[in-house]
Antibody, heavy 119, light 111 residues
Framework: QVQLQESGPGLVKPSETLSLTCTVS????????WSWIRQPPGKGLEWIGW???????AYNPSFQSRVTISVDTSNNRFSLMVTSVTAADTAVYYC?????????????WGQGTLVTVSS | QSALTQPRSVSGSPGQSVTISCTGT?????????VSWYQQHPGKAPKLMVY???KRPSGVPDRFSGSKSGNTASLTISGLQAEDGADYYC???????????FGTGTEVTVL
């Protein structure tokens, strides 16, 4: 059974960089596409981007180059960086796996981690 | 990329059916057959309920069904049960498959 676990600071100061890692267990990261999604408190889901184990990425244009997703195949994990954060970046951040047929639907999700942007 | 439009809430009594719509454009929902639906209970991660418009993952009850017509996809829950009360989100790739968009979300209330 594939499991995903997000980790990283729960509090980030405005204008600084948010960094999260998603560790994958029960399966290889080198066989699927992987994604980050976020959900501000009381609001809906927002797709951030995806990465393939080769390093190929795609991002939500609304983040205007503030986002970088990277992969570490040696440790079966992938990461998210969001620069110049503001209070609007406060959200629960989820990592997820795309299904076996490419980047169409998300079949496994982490439990999510709350990141608060505040001084 | 604008969010797909869903009704804010729908409700039904146990045993009834409810349908949630997900309206996009010819650049997303209308352009592909890969719309998926997710159920989210409060404080929990989303769970995949339907993918490729109408397919169900193993373990999802067959009372959940999906369909699509033009730029609008739909999720129908038949024989509504108390545990179906949750938020539901649709999700679709956009034209070039490197951008994705979620729906605005629908709260399903079981009366």
């Amino acid at each position: 059974q594939v499991q995903l676990q997000e980790s990283g600071p729960g509090l980030v100061k405005p204008s600084e960089t948010l960094s999260l890692t998603c560790t994958v267990s029960g399966g290889s990261i080198s066989s699927h596409y992987w994604s980050w999604i976020r959900q501000p408190p009381g609001k809906g889901l927002e797709w951030i981007g995806w990465i393939y184990y080769t390093g190929t990425t795609a991002y939500n244009p609304s983040f205007q180059s503030r986002v970088t997703i990277s992969v570490d195949t040696s440790n079966n994990r992938f990461s998210l960086m969001v620069t110049s954060v503001t209070a609007a970046d406060t959200a629960v951040y989820y990592c997820a796996r795309y299904g076996p047929d490419g980047y169409k639907h998300l079949d496994y999700w982490g439990q999510g981690t709350l990141v608060t942007v505040s001084s | 990329q604008s969010a797909l439009t869903q009704p804010r809430s729908v409700s039904g009594s146990p045993g009834q059916s409810v349908t949630i719509s997900c309206t996009g454009t010819s650049s997303d929902v209308g352009h592909n057959n890969y719309v998926s639906w997710y159920q989210q209970h409060p404080g929990k991660a989303p769970k995949l309920m339907v993918y490729d418009v109408s397919k169900r993952p193993s373990g999802v009850p067959d009372r959940f069904s999906g369909s699509k017509s033009g730029n609008t996809a739909s999720l129908t829950i038949s024989g509504l049960q108390a545990e179906d009360g949750a938020d539901y989100y649709c999700y679709s790739p956009a034209t070039i498959y490197t951008a994705y968009v979620f729906g605005t979300g629908t709260e399903v209330t079981v009366l």
